[in-house]
């Protein structure tokens, strides 16, 4: 299996994707949402000095992975109607503003709805795929998955221009469906013209290479620079160790259901699991192999320890076997008592 199949398994993206839990553009007060924020890059600023400026020792991941935004916006057809509203709260003999009624302007489009389904699901994928960077967008991605991964996200930005193109085609009919389904609700000002409309959509994806807090130079007075090379270095190391802690994180939750739900001796005592166990175990294995940026020997030696441990190991096995059972159990243990003390 290729390393974006394991990727894609990982993320839960198959060819047909389900429809994710709950609603995603739920209580959303934007009638355009920017589901993938797209900030400013942040980019090293760097000026000719006389004075080399003070070393501080950071690890450096600038070979070993790079900055990823993916930005992908759509129309939420949904409106505020403030009449409505009022009635509500009138009826209820409520305060003024206590209540909105929001409306959907297209109920019942199968199109748009694809498109939000599509949307949300890659949402989930693209953040397995990487790790945490920026507050308000940028990823981490693994130079060795670059690849494979811009080549997958190319695929999903010609899907998402085919649902867009369905939905574009049907948007007039759609108008004069609502007018129907809405009744005293249907506004047709609330209805840009299409050409607005398809403005509203966008799917981009854009790369940069990971600040290296050692090639920051400013023009500025020694004390000045040496400050601001402190606070830099100090950042910079925050937001390595927050991608590797959320990488410890992402293994500890399958490693811990995996150790509860092979606890038990006898068949009869089964606990029920699924076949995803095993599954949802390996496939952060083959993440931590792409995403441990900083070569930890301890990440790396705790991935060794949990594929050896699984080599093999089937589902039905576990079940059918109890000595296997107990035997995988304990290398899961060994395993789980290593990882970092932190807040799971």
């Known amino acids: 299996m290729s390393k974006m199949n394991d990727l894609m398994k990982q993320a839960g993206v198959n060819k047909d994707i389900p429809e994710p839990e709950g609603d995603f553009f ?76 929001r409306k959907s302007l297209l109920p019942d489009c199968v199109e748009h709805e694809a498109i939000k389904k599509f949307v ?27 690849f494979d991964f811009h080549n997958y996200v190319t695929g999903l930005k010609d899907e998402f221009d085919k649902l867009c193109e369905a939905f574009f085609s049907v948007y007039e009919w759609y108008i004069a469906k609502a007018e129907a389904k809405l009744g005293d609700l249907f506004n047709k000002n ?6 607005d409309v398809k403005r509203k959509y966008s799917f ?43 990488m410890w994180k992402q293994l500890y939750v399958p490693l811990a259901n995996m150790s509860t739900r092979l606890d038990y001796a ?8 699924r076949d995803t166990l095993v599954d949802n175990v390996t496939d952060i294995v083959t993440k931590m192999q792409n995403f441990n940026i900083t070569n930890d020997p301890h990440m790396e030696a705790c991935r060794a320890k949990l594929e050896s441990a699984l080599h093999g190991i089937t589902p039905d096995a576990l079940r059918e076997d109890d000595v296997l059972r107990a035997e995988t159990k304990r290398g899961i243990d060994e395993v789980l008592r290593e990882l970092p003390s932190m807040d799971f």
């Open 26 to 101: 739920a209580g959303t007060k934007l009638e355009e949402e920017d589901l993938f924020p797209h900030p400013d890059l942040v980019v090293p600023v760097t000026e000719l000095l006389t004075e080399e400026a003070p070393t501080i020792d950071v690890p450096s991941i600038h070979s070993s992975a790079v900055l990823v935004n993916l930005h992908v916006s759509v129309w939420q057809a949904r409106r505020k109607d403030k009449s409505a509203s009022q009635k509500v709260t009138a009826n209820a003999g409520a305060a003024r503003n206590s209540a909105d009624v």
């Open 120 to 146: 949300a699901n890659n949402r989930n994928a693209h953040y397995s795929m990487t790790l945490p960077w920026a507050d308000r967008g940028d990823r981490l991605l693994a130079t060795s998955a670059m």
């Open 190 to 195: 609330d209805y840009p013209p299409l050409a």
């Open 204 to 246: 981009t994806v854009g790369y940069a290479p990971v600040p290296d807090s050692g090639d920051f130079r400013v023009d500025l007075q020694n004390d000045a620079l040496g400050i601001l090379k402190e606070h830099c270095d100090s950042h910079y190391k925050s937001k390595v160790q927050a991608a590797m802690d959320d």
């Open 266 to 273: 006898d068949r009869k005592d089964n606990t029920g699991f």
